[in-house]
């Protein structure tokens, strides 16, 4: 196996740069950097040298030998000043030691995986934190990251092989009077795992956290949702104008309101009647996006909005405005009344479809494997035959270990630290 090493800390110029290099020839390389071996994870003062002993840098070299590492392998670290050149150096001097080559993106936690220093699970919890920018969204990875998720599994496992115990004992030894039949309790125990994994599907999911929860801003042309949508991004994102038709595209942009990740959409005004081609087609992308966002904000007549969507009355500045009589939010984005309470209400609503503080969210390859377990206990309650309550509860297992990565195929693998930088 090759020794790989990337800078581990931000891109160049900074204070310090931190270079990594993990696998077999990790302190061979310490030793021709930096002259010989520190004590392992203490730090250790030394002269950075090239192969041909031309000096480099001073700085700090650090050892971590394997497995008690985080990619289970032996690992160092070089801690040198965070010039461009100084880092180039010392990269290409790692280069140089033989065995040694720069690491792809990913390939870090990679190994750390392989080595079982965390499960599948953990490392999508790692790529989400490395991705947040907010609150909410560094809360619920580091919930993932540091085994929230995992740690369930385990022990909806543990219960599903004592279950699962129960049932080979049966089939093992069905001449036995007391092991003829499975307990009384069986059955509740199956139901009670199974209301488990259902109130885990029931939760937020990570799509809407990463993505933001998406709100749609609809009605007829000259409702006034360009402005809204300008007023609630603070920019002037979208062209506003009197004339009919003007948005003919949907229009997208993500911000953070309180600590909450949100996409808002501006889109083509709706009406039957438009002859204009290219609008027709904007108008065809609207009821796209109004299907797909988490909330509408109905800025049409009222009561002709869809299923859900929040009655907005948005013109109150105008002068001879036909009032709305049961609106949900009141407002003006011209003269900003209203709008703080808007923006609260969003925030309100948001919340309730993201992960509490600290909660893991499930991504749509986890809610999958957990869908089919809670597919594959289902079926093992409706069975009275010990051999088909087994074969079910052997894939409600194969579920759980997808899950976290017992097993797993390359493609998902590949995927998943794609999503990483180099260094991690």
Do not use: Y
Not at 10 to 38: N, S
Not at 300 to 318: C, F, R, S, V, Y
């Amino acid at each position: 196996m090759d020794t790989i090493f990337a800078l581990s800390s931000g891109q160049p110029p900074a204070g310090i740069g931190v270079i990594r290099v993990t696998g077999p020839q990790a302190f061979a390389a310490v030793e021709a950097i930096a002259g010989k071996l520190p004590q392992p994870r203490k730090a250790m003062r030394a002269l950075f040298s090239s192969v041909s002993r031309e000096t480099l840098d001073d700085g700090l070299v650090i050892t971590f030998p394997g497995p008690n590492s985080v990619t289970g392998e032996d690992l160092a670290e070089f801690h040198c000043h965070g010039g461009r050149a100084v880092i180039a150096a010392v990269e290409r001097a790692l280069g140089e030691v033989e065995g040694c080559r720069r690491a792809e993106p990913g390939e870090f936690t990679r190994r750390a995986f392989a080595n079982g220093k965390i499960d599948l699970s953990e490392a999508e919890g790692l790529a989400d934190l490395l991705s947040a920018e907010t609150e909410i969204q560094r809360r619920s990875a580091m919930a993932m990251a540091g085994g929230a998720l995992s740690r369930q599994v385990e022990d909806w496992r543990l219960e599903l092989l004592r279950l699962s115990a129960q049932v080979e004992a049966v089939l093992d030894f069905d001449d036995e009077d007391d092991v003829a039949a499975l307990p009384a309790a069986f059955g509740e125990a199956l139901a009670a795992l199974g209301d488990e994994l259902d109130q885990a599907l029931s939760a937020p999911q990570a799509e809407t956290l990463r993505e933001g929860f998406r709100v749609a801003l609809a009605g007829p042309p000259n409702a006034g949702k360009s402005t809204l949508f300008n007023a609630l991004v603070e920019s002037e994102a979208a062209i506003t104008a009197e004339i009919a038709g003007t948005t003919r595209d949907v229009l997208t942009q993500s911000i953070a309101l309180g600590g909450v990740p949100f996409t808002f959409v501006d889109m083509a005004g709706l009406r039957d009647d438009s002859s204009d081609t290219i609008e027709t087609i904007g108008i065809d992308r609207a009821r796209g996006e109004i299907a797909r966002a988490d909330l509408v904000l109905w800025l049409g007549p009222e009561g002709e909005g869809p299923q859900g969507a929040w009655e907005i009355d948005a013109q109150a500045d105008l002068s001879g405005h036909l009032r709305k009589q049961s609106p949900r939010q009141r407002l003006s984005a011209v003269t900003g009344e209203g709008m703080a309470e808007l923006r609260q209400a969003l925030i309100t609503e948001a919340r309730l479809a993201m992960p509490k503080p600290g909660q893991a969210a499930l991504n749509a390859r986890q809610r999958a494997r957990l869908e089919e377990a809670s597919a594959a206990l289902a079926s093992a309650e409706s069975e009275q035959d010990p051999l088909l309550v087994a074969e079910n509860l052997r894939r409600v297992r194969q579920a759980f270990d997808a899950l976290v990565g017992r097993t797993s195929t390359e493609d998902v693998l590949d995927t998943l630290f794609g999503r990483f930088c180099i260094g991690k």
